[in-house]
């Protein structure tokens, strides 16, 4: 690999982790304002993901990454499914307001 094709690479990397962080960053916005924790970080790979923290059930929280997949950037939950595509905003916000909302039993 020559030092043009490693800073083509780094570039590339570069160009996705910003993106990534982008992406993250609009949807902790939203669920920070549907009252959830949220902090835009990196796993120790460097891979950023957006940690959501239930305001109510602090023991509740998910982890969600940013990544590209057949040409479109998605929205995935930690254990590599898909939420939705970043283009439907209001569907990842509502999917992940439920995962965070404690099951209520009735007695």
């Not at 094709?5 to 780094?10: G, K, L, P, V």
């Not at 923290?53 to 602090?58: A, C, F, I, N, Q």
């Not at 439907?88 to 404690?102: F, S």
Request: charged share 15%; hydrophobic share 40%; proline share 5%.
């Amino acid at each position: 690999m020559t030092s043009t094709d490693r800073f083509t690479s780094t570039t590339a990397a570069d160009e996705l982790t910003t993106t990534a962080i982008t992406h993250l960053q609009e949807l902790g916005d939203h669920l920070q304002a549907r009252g959830l924790h949220v902090r835009v970080g990196t796993t120790s790979n460097g891979i950023p993901q957006l940690i959501v923290v239930s305001t109510t059930v602090p023991t509740l929280s998910e982890v969600i990454f940013a990544a590209p997949r057949q040409g479109s950037w998605w929205y995935w939950w930690s254990w590599a499914e898909r939420i939705a595509s970043v283009d439907e905003l209001p569907t990842t916000v509502t999917r992940v307001c439920q995962a965070l909302t404690p099951v209520r039993r009735h007695e």
